[in-house]
């Protein structure tokens, strides 16, 4: 058996393990991404000009982690999730419920990106399993990111 042949026996074993993690990113992004949305219209308060532009900054990240993660899905022969009860039924991520203080905003953020970091890690080690090192890499990459996010947030709280 050749090299490519292994290699596929061995990520054909893993990837519907890896394409429901993925899809779960994907949910979450989604989610977060009107989450974000809802959080920078309605911010209010002395932190107003700081906090929309970083909920903007945020909603923007997640674009770009949601479609790199879709593609990707794409790539490895998997069907990305694309209609809002599908990305809601999956998501880690709770959509935005009423209105809240700009502090509980922030607070809320940081345990959504918790919450994605958990499922990422989750995608770091089924695309290990699966000798994926593609996925893990953007997996890590999105990983690095998210925890200087909270980083921040949790310094602007304290």
């Given at each position: 058996?050749s090299?490519?042949?292994?290699?596929?026996?061995?990520?054909?074993?893993?990837?519907?393990?890896?394409?429901?993690?993925?899809?779960?990113?994907?949910?979450?992004?989604?989610?977060?991404?009107?989450?974000?949305?809802?959080?920078?219209?309605?911010?209010k308060?002395?932190?107003?000009?700081?906090?929309?532009?970083?909920?903007?900054?945020?909603?923007?990240?997640?674009?770009?982690?949601?479609?790199?993660?879709?593609?990707?899905?794409?790539?490895?022969?998997?069907?990305?999730?694309?209609?809002?009860?599908?990305?809601?039924?999956?998501?880690?991520?709770?959509?935005?419920?009423?209105?809240?203080?700009?502090?509980?905003?922030?607070?809320?953020?940081?345990?959504?990106?918790?919450?994605?970091?958990?499922?990422?890690?989750q995608?770091?080690?089924?695309?290990?399993?699966?000798?994926?090192?593609?996925?893990?890499?953007?997996?890590?990459?999105?990983?690095?990111?998210?925890?200087?996010?909270?980083?921040?947030l949790?310094?602007?709280?304290?």
């Amino acid at each position: 058996m050749s090299t490519i042949q292994t290699r596929n026996n061995t990520f054909a074993n893993h990837t519907t393990e890896l394409q429901d993690v993925l899809n779960r990113q994907i949910a979450g992004w989604s989610v977060l991404y009107t989450k974000l949305h809802h959080f920078h219209w309605y911010v209010k308060g002395p932190h107003f000009f700081t906090l929309h532009a970083k909920f903007e900054e945020l909603y923007n990240l997640a674009t770009a982690n949601m479609d790199e993660a879709a593609e990707r899905l794409l790539a490895i022969g998997g069907r990305p999730v694309a209609t809002m009860g599908e990305q809601l039924r999956l998501s880690p991520v709770e959509e935005a419920q009423g209105h809240l203080s700009a502090e509980r905003m922030v607070e809320t953020v940081v345990a959504d990106l918790r919450a994605m970091v958990g499922v990422i890690n989750q995608g770091i080690q089924a695309a290990g399993e699966a000798k994926d090192h593609a996925t893990e890499d953007m997996l890590i990459g999105f990983t690095a990111a998210l925890d200087k996010e909270v980083w921040m947030l949790n310094a602007f709280l304290a």
